[in-house]
């Protein structure tokens, strides 16, 4: 027994950690116990253990026991542990072997069906996981844990690996009856789905481009959710100096693959994720339920850090939300209607956003020599729309709203793009342009639409590197 235990008892200090020691194992137990503990360690991790022989025979899973037979979990073989360790929860002070805290997440007895050096068949019988699982020997001390059982809810499904975003479509007014509806703050920020699974992270991008290294601050919300299963919805925003979300700001975030880069600007430009919809949980997809009842599960969630925020929403009273929204100088508010399902992918009318000032999505076509200081960089930006019928719409030149360092960037970016004809199915751009393949997308701030069908006094707000170019569509006026 001793010998077991010496791999256990030379990696910690029993004068400096609340961990049990080695004692003498318990006697005429009817069933061997299994425990599994959450250990919030560096790295957030669940740890398996199986009563055997006189010790814990010990794996750490670092994405949890899996409930979907579909999916194999890695399980780290570690050192055995006493006994007594099976009831062992707390916190391990800084410092020790495996800091952190340690919580019981399961517990229970188990029959062994077949035990080997390289392979480990048990039944389960604890209060949230039963059925047979399976560790299996791959190489070295790495083990996977595979349940042969079907899932313990028939119902569950495998969590899918992207869901398209809903959109909303422009409004005019609150809608009515307003008490009808849930009204929210519009951020203005990178939109992005959170897969959470296991503890770990995925953010994908409106385009279903992967953003998670690019936002570092926002993994450890993984942490907080812990072994539970979700896709989230929200913006990802980074705050001016008045505390309010700024695009101009989440551009110095957006595109950077440097590691080291992104570390940097992680301290100049923090972010924040800003939780709106929860349309997955536990192997269930939300999707047809209630914008209601979808909020009150994420309210449930209690997701609240340094980094992730999940804002309220209110039933009625747009105006007033409204109002708020402007005196803050926030860009608007969204309005949902209560009874509504999430629709992947639509722009839907049950989504309704309500600006305080016209902003635009547009996809760049092309461009105009610039003068005196902008003498070889883009004087004006040639921009447009996809209609109905996907035909490229001209929507008018841009002329300002640029600073140095956009112009380079913008003509680092155009000039793998030229092309000699224009892009444009319907309108004239004017003579004397450069034209490039509509890949590129930007946001833009203006005072209305002409009735010719270009913006009226637009101004440059930033590279949209997170929207693709096909879907970009006219939404006002």
């Known amino acids: 027994?001793?010998?077991?235990?010496?791999?256990?008892?030379?990696?910690?200090?029993?004068?400096?950690?609340?961990?049990?020691?080695?004692?003498?194992?318990?006697?005429?137990?009817?069933?061997?116990?299994?425990?599994?503990?959450?250990?919030?360690?560096?790295?957030?991790?669940?740890?398996?253990?199986?009563?055997?022989?006189?010790?814990?025979?010990?794996?750490?899973?670092?994405?949890?026991?899996?409930?979907?037979?579909?999916?194999?979990?890695?399980?780290?073989?570690?050192?055995?542990?006493?006994?007594?360790?099976?009831?062992?929860?707390?916190?391990?002070?800084?410092?020790?072997?495996?800091?952190?805290?340690?919580?019981?997440?399961?517990?229970?007895?188990?029959?062994?069906?077949?035990?080997?050096?390289?392979?480990?068949?048990?039944?389960?019988?604890?209060?949230?996981?039963?059925?047979?699982?399976?560790?299996?020997?791959?190489?070295?001390?790495?083990?996977?844990?595979?349940?042969?059982?079907?899932?313990?809810?028939?119902?569950?499904?495998?969590?899918?690996?992207?869901?398209?975003?809903?959109?909303a479509k422009l409004g005019t007014a609150i809608p009515k009856p307003d008490t009808t509806w849930g009204f929210e703050f519009k951020w203005d920020g990178i939109r992005a789905l959170a897969y959470v699974e296991g503890g770990i992270v995925r953010l994908i991008s409106r385009s279903g481009e992967t953003i998670t290294p690019r936002y570092p601050e926002i993994h450890a919300m993984g942490r907080a959710i812990g072994s539970r299963e979700v896709i989230l919805d929200g913006e990802v925003v980074a705050l001016d100096a008045n505390g309010r979300p700024s695009f101009e700001e989440i551009q110095q975030r957006m595109g950077?693959?440097?590691?080291?880069?992104?570390?940097?600007?992680?301290?100049?430009?923090?972010?924040?994720?800003?939780?709106?919809?929860?349309?997955?949980?536990?192997?269930?997809?939300?999707?047809?339920?209630?914008?209601?009842?979808?909020?009150?599960?994420?309210?449930?969630?209690?997701?609240?850090?340094?980094?992730?925020?999940?804002?309220?929403?209110?039933?009625?009273?747009?105006?007033?939300?409204?109002?708020?929204?402007?005196?803050?100088?926030?860009?608007?508010?969204?309005a949902k209607k209560l009874d509504s399902y999430y629709e992947p992918g639509r722009r839907s009318g049950a989504w309704v956003k309500l600006k305080n000032r016209n902003r635009q999505e547009l996809v760049i076509g092309g461009w105009l020599d610039g003068e005196g200081k902008r003498r070889g960089y883009p004087g004006s930006l040639l921009v447009g729309y996809y209609d109905k019928e996907k035909k490229f719409v001209y929507a008018g030149k841009v002329g300002t709203g640029f600073t140095d360092a956009t112009l380079e960037r913008l003509a680092e970016l155009l000039k793998p793009l030229a092309q000699d004809k224009s892009p444009y199915d319907i309108g004239s751009p004017p003579r004397g342009a450069h034209y490039v393949k509509p890949k590129l997308v930007a946001e833009f701030e203006f005072v209305e639409w002409t009735r010719s069908g270009q913006l009226r006094a637009p101004s440059f707000k930033g590279l949209r590197t997170d929207k693709p170019a096909r879907k970009v569509v006219r939404e006002v006026g």
């Not at 008892?9 to 503990?37: I, L, N, S």
């Not at 440097?258 to 923090?270: A, F, G, T, Y």
């Open 1 to 167: 027994m001793a010998k077991k235990l010496a791999g256990y008892e030379a990696k910690r200090d029993f004068k400096r950690t609340p961990e049990p020691g080695a004692k003498v194992p318990r006697k005429g137990a009817k069933a061997p116990r299994f425990v599994v503990q959450e250990h919030h360690a560096r790295r957030l991790h669940w740890d398996f253990r199986l009563e055997h022989e006189g010790t814990l025979v010990s794996w750490a899973v670092p994405k949890g026991v899996p409930a979907d037979p579909k999916k194999n979990h890695l399980a780290v073989h570690v050192e055995d542990h006493p006994i007594s360790y099976i009831d062992f929860a707390g916190d391990i002070p800084a410092g020790n072997y495996g800091a952190g805290h340690v919580s019981i997440w399961d517990s229970g007895t188990y029959d062994v069906e077949k035990w080997s050096d390289r392979e480990v068949m048990v039944i389960l019988h604890g209060t949230r996981v039963q059925g047979r699982y399976v560790l299996f020997r791959t190489h070295g001390e790495n083990w996977m844990i595979h349940r042969m059982d079907p899932p313990q809810d028939s119902e569950r499904q495998t969590m899918p690996e992207r869901i398209e975003p809903m959109m």
């Open 256 to 334: 950077l693959t440097s590691e080291s880069e992104v570390r940097r600007k992680m301290k100049l430009v923090p972010v924040t994720y800003m939780v709106f919809d929860l349309i997955w949980h536990d192997g269930h997809s939300l999707l047809k339920q209630p914008y209601s009842e979808r909020r009150r599960l994420l309210a449930e969630l209690k997701l609240a850090g340094a980094s992730w925020q999940t804002p309220p929403f209110e039933q009625g009273g747009g105006q007033a939300m409204l109002d708020a929204s402007a005196k803050a100088g926030l860009e608007g508010v969204m």
